[in-house]
């Protein structure tokens, strides 16, 4: 159980604010999973919130759609510690390596350039620093939907008047998996979100006939911005579209 706690002198929180808070650990979290090959998938569930508090217990649970699973308890379990890892790779729970929180708060949001230094290592530079991560992480970082609900787990909620910060660790062991996200550090990962990435491999341009893709809805701005926009297509595939013109 994943705890999500904002902090501060808060006696009622604004739902836009919030709400894209849980959905997007929840996109965060699945998408990380598909990003580092997991071989299973991971719901996530929210628990009824305590009285007058901000505190969210998150619930994440393998679903049976491995065949072993059912049957094995060697196998759940092995499958729960692919997702504490992934944990560790995104920073929700410490880590005694770097993760994709610790990065962004380390380079203030803004990746300049990268550069692949060894065969699972990559070093980000920004005017802030540079840190180096593992390839897993790397991936998250460069994740497009990661990248998009960063702003709305780690930044927006920090903006609430009252807001001390947010913390996030696992029931039962606040000590030890702890991570701690100021106010000051919500702003990188605002910057984070909207900077363009810089990649490790040249980019190599292709013109191609348009294609067609019919979308479901995911996220949309009812307030008329172009950008943040996200739809279903496929087989649970998910598309962000940097702008919407019309």
């Known amino acids: 159980e994943l ?6 002198d808060l006696k009622e ?11 997007g650990i929840g996109e965060m979290i699945q998408a990380a999973h ?28 393998v679903k049976d759609n491995l065949p072993i ?24 729970i410490r880590s005694k390596y770097e993760s994709l929180v610790s990065a962004i708060k380390k380079l203030r949001g803004k990746p300049e350039s990268v550069e692949r230094v060894g065969p699972n290592e990559y070093r980000y530079r920004a005017s802030a620093g540079d840190v180096t991560v ?11 939907i990661i990248k998009a609900a960063a702003v709305y787990v780690f930044a927006k909620p920090n903006e609430q008047a009252g807001a001390a910060g947010i913390e996030t660790f696992v029931r039962r062991h606040e000590i030890e998996t702890k991570v701690e996200i100021s106010s000051n550090d919500g702003k990188a990962f605002e910057s984070f979100s909207l ?36 739809f279903r297509y496929g087989t649970n595939q998910t598309m962000r579209v940097d702008s919407v013109r019309d």
Do not use: C
């Open 34 to 61: 598909q990003a580092l090959g997991v071989e299973h998938e991971v719901g996530v569930n929210v628990k009824p919130f305590g009285r007058g508090s901000f505190v969210v217990e998150i619930a994440l649970f």
């Open 134 to 144: 593992s390839g897993d992480v790397h991936q998250l970082i460069q994740n497009q």
């Open 195 to 230: 900077v363009e990435l810089p990649s490790s491999i040249a980019v190599e341009e292709h013109t191609s006939e348009p294609t067609t893709y019919f979308l479901k809805p995911k996220r949309v701005s009812v307030e008329g911005e172009a950008d943040n926009w996200s």
């Open 69 to 92: 699973i059912g049957v094995s308890a060697v196998a759940a379990a092995t499958a729960m510690t692919r997702t504490t890892d992934v944990l560790q790779a995104l920073g929700l």
């Open 3 to 8: 705890v999500y706690r904002i902090n501060g």
């Open 13 to 23: 929180m604004d739902v836009f604010r919030l709400a894209p808070a849980l959905t």
